[in-house]
């Protein structure tokens, strides 16, 4: 967020100054929750997700099960900037960040494959595969996504959201980050949201617009937020519910809105990182549930 808040104050554009903030992670290979290092799907290929927002031009780029390029949000930048189109998706994707020069790579990590390896031998106890000691850190399924926001002093904004989506999922399965209006969304009259946590109940709720529409009748950005949240709990299948009512899986969003105003809510107490005149730091969501 500090990097990103250096390059808007020192003049960048708002996506150009996302969109490196980002990539700080997606090339970290100890972050396994987007880029290089991402957990792998079921057959044990990282498939990276991304999707960006241009506020001044109203413009949208993305890309769905991306393989073999550690920076998907910089594809969907160029996928924003040079064509046409929203969204590319797998070879086709891959084909066109080629075109521009950027380099195919192994994005499997020595680590982020023995989580893999693990997953598998696990998965069954009547296969061939013979069980590994478990491990909680290493066994839990993990989810993880990044988005970030902005807006510079002029009041222009924009959005990015980047992911491995979710570790061990069916081969081809692309969750909200991708989506323009679920993962991410901006308008530059009102302002940026965007979400992580389980995308399909984001898909469902169209919830980073959603929370944009819901800025735009007034609400703080903290509030569109919980509001969101709360669409959210109505659209879920009892299945994925706890007894109590609560959901069993996590769903955050963001928000800031023209006047950098900022807010996020989770389901349960969490953080997220800001970094404005008052510097870089973690801030508490809301939370739906104590
Ligand atoms: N929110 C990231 C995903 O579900 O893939």
Redesign the pocket.
């Known amino acids: 967020m500090q990097r990103a808040f250096e390059l808007l104050t020192g003049g960048a554009d708002p996506l150009d100054a996302i969109v490196e903030a980002v990539k700080i992670q997606e090339l970290d290979p100890n972050d396994q929750s987007v880029g290089y290092g991402g957990l792998p799907n079921a057959d044990g290929i990282v498939q990276l ?1 991304a999707s960006c927002m241009h506020g001044p031009t109203r413009r949208a780029g993305a890309v769905g099960a991306l393989e073999g390029i550690k920076t998907p949000s910089e594809v969907a930048k160029l996928v924003l900037k040079y064509t046409d189109h929203i969204l590319l998706v797998g070879e086709g994707a891959k084909r066109f960040a080629l075109s521009f020069g950027l380099r195919e790579e192994e994005l499997l990590t020595p680590e982020s494959r023995e989580r893999w390896l693990r997953w598998r031998a696990n998965l069954n106890p009547d296969d061939d595969w013979l069980d590994v000691p478990d491990d909680a850190r290493l066994m839990a399924r993990p ?1 993880g ?1 990044i988005h970030c926001s902005a807006v510079t002093p002029a009041g222009e904004v924009a959005s990015v959201t980047t ?1 491995s ?2 570790a061990w999922k069916i081969p081809g399965r692309v ?3 991708p989506i323009t209006g679920a ?1 991410q969304y901006c308008d530059n009259d009102v302002g940026a949201a965007g ?5 399909e109940a ?1 898909i469902k709720v169209c919830g980073a617009f959603l929370t944009v529409e819901h800025m735009r009748r007034g609400m703080t950005p903290t509030d569109a937020c919980l509001e969101t949240l709360r669409r959210a709990i109505a659209m879920t299948e009892a299945r994925l519910l706890r007894d109590d009512g609560h959901p069993r899986f996590g769903l955050s969003f963001y928000a800031v809105n023209k006047k950098g105003e900022f807010g996020a809510a989770s389901f349960t107490p969490s953080r997220f990182a800001v970094c404005d005149a008052g510097g870089a730091r973690y801030v508490d969501s809301a939370a739906l549930y104590s």
């Not at 979400?195 to 995308?199: A, D």
């Open positions: 997700d989810t996504t992911t989506g979710l969750g909200d980050s993962g979400s992580t946590g389980r995308g984001a």
